[in-house]
């Protein structure tokens, strides 16, 4: 027998190690050789992720999912 997420009762999320979860697919009509954007290294990790976290923050009024990484941002 499956569980599925939904039959869990799950209503909060906390992810650790969030840096783990990126590269999450997009699409765009730029074409596949955009600078910067690696089109072919989407992460179904991060996909499913953001299903989760969408599903729950539904649920919870965008207040079901907590991310934490110790990894620094680099912003220019």
């Known amino acids: 027998m499956t569980d599925w997420f939904e039959e869990l009762g799950i209503d909060k999320l906390y992810v650790d190690e969030a840096h783990l ?12 050789n955009v600078a910067g954007i690696n089109a072919s290294s989407a992460s179904q990790r991060a996909e499913d992720l953001a299903m989760k976290c969408q599903y ?12 934490a990484t110790g990894t620094p941002e680099y912003t220019p």
Do not use: I, P
Not at 21 to 32: V, W
Not at 57 to 66: F, I, M, Q, R
């Open 56 to 67: 729950l923050d539904e649920l919870t009024g965008s207040k079901g999912c907590v991310f």
């Open 21 to 32: 979860f990126k590269n999450k697919f997009f699409n765009t009509k730029m074409g596949r």
